[in-house]
């Protein structure tokens, strides 16, 4: 467990932590509520180790914050949802896990991830054990939803939220493991999670998108090449792939690829996303900058389509031939 990305983008998390425990204001159970990405597990766990800690809470390097950071320490309790949820059962073991003394009288951590996952038999023996939370026990609950946490546990508990992880830190993080900054670029604005940056790349799909993408936006810009003809070619993947989280993406990136003309074309150049592409194409680009909005609200259009069932075929084709128009 790595705290890089908490301390640097969650300061006034990290902040009130400390302040609650240098005033002794802290409560026994917690509501960490942030989107998919923001660094609210690592956050339950720097909790633990600011707890454990003995030195200059946390120092990360005592015996406590190093168990803590390892995700081994004998006095936290992990629940993750088993399937699509999480069940009573779940909860009744870590309420035999907490009734139990001690051995050590050290405070003892539950962390629940996708609290808004539990069952209503579990959420309803969860508020139970809240209630009856004493002395140093702590309860870190996680939601990426907030509005469908049950509203009793929410009145228990005391609420952080997250702020979103800026795009450039995900970049940043991504090029420290070897993916190049384009490509890193690319990816931070579509998932705010590294890791699950890390899982399209290794899925072998992404790579391939962002190239097709490329090489349609190319044709568009400088009217070399046929982009249907390219799309069929070279777009099988696309067509046969049933997850429509895919297609999403794919729009997304023609979409940011044309929001990066347009932004090239006013001279807005700081926030491009395809450093690299933008320079090869930027030789084509006129100052048409109302046909370069049009384009963008056609794509954008085009990818509320997606809600609904379609041929894909025959909604590629029909994007394409829209754009070129």
Do not use: W
């Not at 168990?67 to 009744?92: A, D, T, Y």
């Not at 069952?119 to 509005?147: C, P, Q, R, V």
């Not at 990136?253 to 320079?279: C, P």
């Amino acid at each position: 467990m790595k705290f890089d990305t908490l301390l640097k983008t969650q300061k006034k998390v990290i902040k009130l932590f400390q302040n609650s425990l240098r005033k002794n204001r802290l409560v026994h159970t917690y509501l960490f509520e942030g989107a998919k990405g923001t660094p609210k597990l690592e956050a339950a766990y720097y909790f633990a180790a600011l707890i454990f800690c003995k030195h200059s809470k946390p120092c990360f390097n005592c015996e406590d914050c190093l168990k803590v950071q390892k995700e081994i320490h004998p006095s936290i309790f992990l629940i993750k949802p088993e399937g699509n949820s999480i069940r009573k059962e779940q909860v009744e073991k870590l309420e035999r896990e907490f009734s139990l003394t001690s051995i050590s009288e050290s405070p003892r951590v539950y962390i629940i991830e996708g609290i808004e996952k539990s069952t209503l038999a579990a959420a309803n023996s969860l508020l139970k054990f809240i209630e009856e939370l004493d002395g140093d026990k702590y309860g870190i609950l996680i939601t990426e939803n907030i509005n469908q946490v049950l509203l009793t546990i929410r009145s228990r508990s005391q609420i952080i939220y997250f702020e979103q992880v800026p795009s450039l830190v995900i970049a940043e993080e991504l090029m420290a493991k070897g993916v190049d900054e384009e490509t890193s670029r690319v990816l931070s604005k579509i998932t705010n999670n590294v890791d699950e940056c890390l899982e399209l790349i290794g899925a072998g799909k992404i790579l391939d998108l962002i190239e097709l993408a490329r090489k349609i936006n190319f044709s568009l810009a400088s009217n070399q090449g046929n982009p249907i003809l390219i799309f069929y070619e070279e777009g099988e993947l696309l067509l046969r792939e049933p997850d429509k989280r895919y297609h999403r993406i794919f729009l997304d990136l023609l979409i940011t690829l044309a929001n990066d003309e347009l932004a090239y074309i006013l001279g807005e150049t700081e926030g491009i996303i395809f450093i690299n592409t933008i320079d090869k194409i930027a030789p084509f680009l006129d100052n048409d900058y109302e046909a370069k909005v049009r384009e963008i609200e056609r794509l954008l259009n085009f990818k509320q389509r997606l809600n609904y069932n379609i041929n894909l075929e025959l909604f590629y084709a029909d994007m394409l031939i829209e754009i070129v128009r």
